[in-house]
């Protein structure tokens, strides 16, 4: 079967990557408000995050499809699970662009001179493939939001702002968990989906276990919650209530057909804009921290 440009565009799941851009965005207009930003730190921090959401796509494609998890699978087929590329080959694509990012990282951590950040990288990688690789991936027993909470929201926004200030404020943190929240309400609403194919495969993510009806409310949860707490990070800061109400707003108007019910097709619009939302969550901090 020929593989197409779009299918390894597919693979590297797109909507997925606001989730990584977003918090180093925010953390970079703190770092910047803090009078230590540093472009070439924050674009190390960039590159890094988001080959490690390209790796763990990939990751997630190969282990779902040797896994067989893939074969109750609704949505597009996948590389591995759709026969369309060879799995050793979606394994290397994944340990390439784990391997990049460590490279990366390492140039990070040496313009820093904290070494101690290699062991929070290296957590970073590990978290990345057990999510669904290994034996016991953290991903079918619903507690992956633990972990995208802390390395796609605190990790990512503080770990920015550290790199650049070296030191992590406060409001870095409730602004990191902000970003956290945004970042969770992308997998719920993406385990929204696929709850009817997890249960047939056997996959206990947090949306199966809550239940269709809990899992729906625990995403506007999310979209609730998270602007609050960038807006409180950002306390101090001009337009910092304007810009958590604005966010509030959007987050309210992504919500919608999830309330009333959205199913399939429409599930994967709301996946798009959530995405989008995660983003301007960034965008926003960024320009309300330079102002």
């Known amino acids: 079967m020929k593989t197409t440009v779009s299918d390894w565009l597919e693979g590297a799941r797109l909507r997925t990557l606001p989730a990584a851009a977003a918090p180093v965005l925010a953390g970079a207009g703190l770092a910047y408000a803090g009078e230590g930003f540093s472009f070439p730190r924050v674009a190390l921090a960039l590159a890094v995050a988001l080959l490690l959401q390209i790796g763990v796509n990939f990751s997630n494609d190969y ?49 820093t001179g904290r070494w101690w950040l290699l062991g929070l990288g290296l957590a970073a990688i590990v978290a990345a493939w057990f999510y669904t690789g290994g034996k016991h991936p953290y991903g079918y027993m619903g507690i992956a939001e633990i972990f995208v909470f802390v390395f796609f929201g605190l990790m990512a926004t503080v770990g920015t702002v550290y790199v650049c200030l ?16 945004y970042s969770c309400a992308l997998l719920m609403v993406n385990n929204i989906r696929d709850i009817p194919t997890d249960r047939q495969a056997g996959k206990k993510t947090l ?37 958590a109400v604005v966010l509030e707003v959007c987050g309210l108007i992504s919500c919608l057909p999830v309330v009333r019910g959205a199913r399939g097709h429409s599930l994967l619009q709301v996946l798009t804009r959530t995405g989008q939302l995660t983003l301007a969550a960034g965008v926003v901090t960024l320009l309300v921290a330079l102002l």
């Open 63 to 111: 282990s779902d499809g040797v896994r067989g998890t893939d074969d109750f699978r609704t949505g597009p087929p996948r590389l591995t699970g759709g026969g369309k590329v060879s799995a050793k080959v979606v394994l290397a694509v994944a340990l390439g662009c784990f391997a990049a990012a460590a490279v990366l990282g390492l140039l990070l951590v040496a313009l």
């Open 166 to 181: 070296l030191s992590a404020p406060f409001g870095s943190w409730l602004v990191g968990a902000g970003m956290g929240l």
């Open 207 to 243: 949306a199966v276990r809550l239940g269709e009806a809990r899992a729906r409310r625990t995403y506007v949860g999310y979209l609730v919650l998270a602007p609050v707490c960038i807006g409180v990070g950002l306390a101090g800061h001009v337009l910092a209530i304007v810009a």
